[in-house]
């Protein structure tokens, strides 16, 4: 069973009976109204050594990775990032580790003015999880499900690097020490795109953020909306790193598939196409058009005109 039939079996279908609850599983974060004029957004996200972070991962890498992933999710709500709580299970207590860990932590909270409010620590196998808290005013929730037919889809900057910066740690590719160092700083310290999700909120219709791979997060996006999309695979949006070592089919694979990119997709319509223009120059933001969202409720991959699907293992022509 895959994790998200997992959680639609045991968790999903209990029913929400708290009024205060306007957004429960089910999103990229839940929503509380407490009356007034925001909702508090509230997400969770745990890591686990050797399975969300390579075991050598450095402490500073992995306390900024905690705090982001869930900054991230935040952010695809459109909401501010405001409080922290964080349960950590150590194999031992390691003084210069923690130093380093909690360095990585509050480098990121510090920046986004994020307060540290509880937490827990426990003794066993390295994990981390973090529930981040924000507030996003009522009117300019960013949903999953807002997109409409005819929205254009845009993420930000590129896609697949973390993946390359995996596959090398796994031995699977081999990359310069240059190029290996530029997509391990992606893989380690992801950037959340909290600052573009303050400016698109203003417009955008829908938001997500890139986790699990685009492919799975826009499916994502189009499931909730009831909405599909035919993307080109020559619109997605690849780093220099990525397309110089690897095939394009390679590339396009790991962008698609592998996720950790922490990326932000969100959809506008073709009205307000332009204020994304103005925002992102002024952000300072690459982003990419992916393409146009249609009735078909699905997405349907095509490269160099020709119609692909995405096998487990690999690219496979539609047959
Ligand atoms: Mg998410």
């Not at 205060?20 to 745990?46: E, H, K, R």
């Not at 303050?198 to 826009?218: K, N, Y």
């Not at 932000?264 to 073709?270: C, D, E, G, N």
Request: proline share 3%.
């Amino acid at each position: 069973m895959k994790e998200f039939e997992l959680i639609r079996r045991y968790f999903t279908d209990q029913p929400v009976t708290r009024k205060d609850v306007v957004m429960g599983i089910g999103d990229d974060c839940a929503l509380i109204d407490n009356g007034g004029d925001s909702y508090v957004a509230i997400t969770t996200d745990t890591l686990v050594a050797g399975v969300h972070f390579p075991k050598e991962t450095s402490p500073r890498a992995i306390g900024h990775k905690a705090v982001a992933v869930n900054l991230s999710d935040l952010a695809a709500m459109g909401a501010v990032p405001s409080w922290i709580s964080i349960a950590i299970t150590l194999p031992a207590i390691n003084e210069h580790w923690l130093q380093e860990f909690t360095q990585g932590i509050f480098e990121l909270t510090e920046y986004y003015n994020v307060q540290l409010i509880g937490g827990d620590t426990t003794q066993g196998p390295l994990s981390i999880t973090i529930t981040a808290q924000g507030m996003v005013a009522k009117d300019k929730v960013l949903y999953r499900s807002g997109a409409k037919n005819g929205d254009y889809v845009f993420v930000t900057n590129t896609i697949g690097d973390a993946g390359l910066a995996l596959a090398a740690i796994n031995g699977d590719i081999h990359l310069s020490e240059k190029d290996f160092e530029s997509v391990k700083r992606k893989l380690d310290f992801p950037k959340p795109q909290v600052l573009v999700a303050q400016m698109v909120r203003e417009f955008a219709t829908a938001a997500i953020d890139v986790s699990d791979g685009l492919l799975a997060d826009l499916h994502h996006l189009c499931e909730a909306s009831a909405l599909g999309i035919n993307l080109d695979l020559d619109n997605v949006p690849l780093s220099d790193v990525l397309v110089n070592n690897v095939s394009k089919e390679q590339a396009l694979r790991l962008a698609l598939t592998s996720g950790d990119d922490y990326q932000l997709i969100f959809t506008v319509s073709a009205t307000n196409k332009v204020a994304v223009e103005t925002a992102m120059t002024h952000a300072a933001v690459d982003y990419t058009c992916l393409g146009q969202l249609n009735p078909s409720k699905q997405i349907n991959l095509f490269f160099e005109g020709e119609a692909f699907e995405v096998a487990s293992n690999g690219f496979q022509h539609f047959s």
